[in-house]
């Protein structure tokens, strides 16, 4: 059965079940993998290839964008496709239909690279990770299992040479919150972790006229008003003194998985022109303590991009959760979880007992905080995880609150449930200790926002860009 032609480009693909019985969320039914050629596979059904035309047909429109392969059961099972779906016998090879227009890839160098999250989201997109940097051994760990160590360059960024990072047309940075969150010090852009975006600023400098077209930070909300706001002006001066055009706004992770997590994202453009905004784009992305820096500020060279609206997310938290049996040794003992309750406000412990006493299972999240020197649990119960943090000093971990039909269950939220609040696929791979995955995915960047920023804000302005 002959298929439609389509261009994909070399390198990863996300290859996706088509068929009824595999369902396409990202619980791990679609998989990424290395294509060289477009393949298409005979044995899909009539109905199939008419989806698989229409894909076919967005394809070209889209630009840059990370192909989609869609494949029937029997592919999904093929070995060439890298997926390990245990069991199957020899497959007959998928029919090469056709390989053409290799477009060039965008490259990246993804400074403060962490466990590879905006890789993850930035190869679906088409881009290509040239160059990462992280000074942290444990989560090259997580980093070298998902992507291999090639680009890796582990080290303190003050210590690279600029020289060696190759030509891309984008870096991304993802620096360090800790000075500038509600939680730290609020040492600022001088303490000691968050200084080290002066340790990218440095390599800008350096590279000249090989500096990217395009730079991306994202940081905590707590970034805009650190040191009432003189570290944000700073950070945004430094680029604007190195040419770039500025643009910042704010996007919760909650528009795309059950996680609030609100960040801040500055794109730096080269080449493009800049200056006091006199005119800020509306955008629920852009809230009014962001547009009143923007106004306030006109020696930073600014340059804001119309934004569409996020999406509307689908996905509840118990959308995400391990179905764990009820003797799995995850659930807290009887006196654990007892402890648990007694660390609840009446307000808090009146809902959780209505959950208890409802008749269908209800799930709720909770982090421990310390209240008038008491160590206090607070439930959240509206369908989405709190924001996830690094276990440091032990009340970081985000705990599972299971009640209903007259019972309860309480354990913390799973490696692998924490990998899913981010958005990344059941694929990636989580071959740590519970402590080191923690801190991996509470440091990390929700998958599908930077997905998003990349296929609205990314590539267009690269393309406009030329
Ligand atoms: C917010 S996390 C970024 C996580 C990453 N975006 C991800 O998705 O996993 C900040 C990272 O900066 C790294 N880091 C901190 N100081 C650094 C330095 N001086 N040089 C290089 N990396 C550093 C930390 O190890 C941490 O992984």
């Not at 294509?35 to 290839?49: D, E, H, K, M, Q």
């Not at 022109?273 to 509306?282: M, Q, R, Y």
Request: hydrophobic residues 40%; proline residues 8%.
């Amino acid at each position: 059965m002959a298929g439609p032609k389509a261009a994909f480009f070399d390198g990863q693909a996300e290859i996706v079940g088509l068929n009824a019985d595999m369902p396409t969320n990202y619980h791990g039914e679609s998989c990424r993998a290395t294509v060289t050629a477009c393949v298409i596979f005979p044995r899909l059904s009539s109905a199939a290839l008419q989806h698989y035309d229409s894909i076919a047909t967005l394809l070209p429109r889209k630009f840059g964008k990370l192909p989609i392969v869609m494949v029937d059961n029997i592919a999904l099972r093929n070995p060439r496709l890298g997926r390990a779906a245990g069991g199957s016998k020899p497959q007959p090879p998928p029919m090469v239909a056709d390989c053409f227009e290799h477009q060039p890839q965008p490259r990246v160098a993804e400074f403060f690279a962490g466990i590879g999250l905006v890789r993850l989201a930035l190869e679906r997109q088409g881009f290509r990770v040239a160059f990462a940097n992280d000074i942290d051994p444990d989560k090259l760990e997580i980093y070298r299992d998902n992507f291999g160590a090639g680009d890796f360059h582990l080290g303190d960024i003050h210590q690279l040479d600029a020289a060696a990072i190759p030509d891309c047309e984008l870096f991304t940075a993802s620096f360090p919150c800790n000075d500038l969150s509600l939680a730290g010090a609020r040492a600022g852009l001088a303490g000691g972790q968050s200084s080290a975006f002066w340790g990218l600023v440095r390599i800008l400098e350096c590279l000249h006229e090989r500096r990217p077209p395009l730079v991306m930070l994202e940081n905590v909300p707590g970034f805009l008003n650190s040191h009432g706001g003189k570290d944000f002006e700073a950070a945004l001066m430094a680029l604007t003194g190195l040419g770039y055009a500025c643009d910042a706004f704010l996007l919760d992770a909650a528009h795309f998985v059950p996680q609030s997590r609100l960040r801040m994202f500055v794109v730096a453009k080269q080449g493009e022109p800049g200056g006091p905004a006199l005119d800020v784009p509306i955008s629920p992305l852009r809230p009014t303590r962001l547009t009143d820096f923007i106004e306030a500020h006109p020696r930073i060279r600014w340059n804001l991009a119309p934004l569409p609206p996020p999406p509307m997310r689908e996905c509840r938290l118990e959308a995400i959760l391990e179905r764990l049996p009820a003797k799995h040794p995850a659930w807290w003992s009887r006196e654990r979880a007892d402890y648990f309750m007694g660390q609840l406000s009446d307000r808090h412990a009146a809902v959780a007992k209505e959950m208890i006493e409802g008749r269908s299972p209800r799930f709720a999240t909770a982090f421990r905080r310390v209240r008038n020197g008491r160590s206090m649990a607070e439930l959240r119960t509206d369908g989405i995880a709190g924001c996830l943090r690094t276990p440091r000093g032990g009340s970081g971990r985000q705990i599972l609150f299971q009640a209903g039909g007259g019972r309860r269950q309480v354990r913390l939220l799973t490696a692998r449930e924490c990998a899913r609040l981010q958005g990344a696929p059941d694929s990636f791979k989580i071959n740590v200790g519970l402590n080191q995955a923690l801190f991996g995915f509470g440091d990390a960047v929700c998958v599908p926002a930077v997905e998003w920023i990349a296929e609205h804000y990314l590539l267009p302005s690269l393309k406009s860009l030329g």
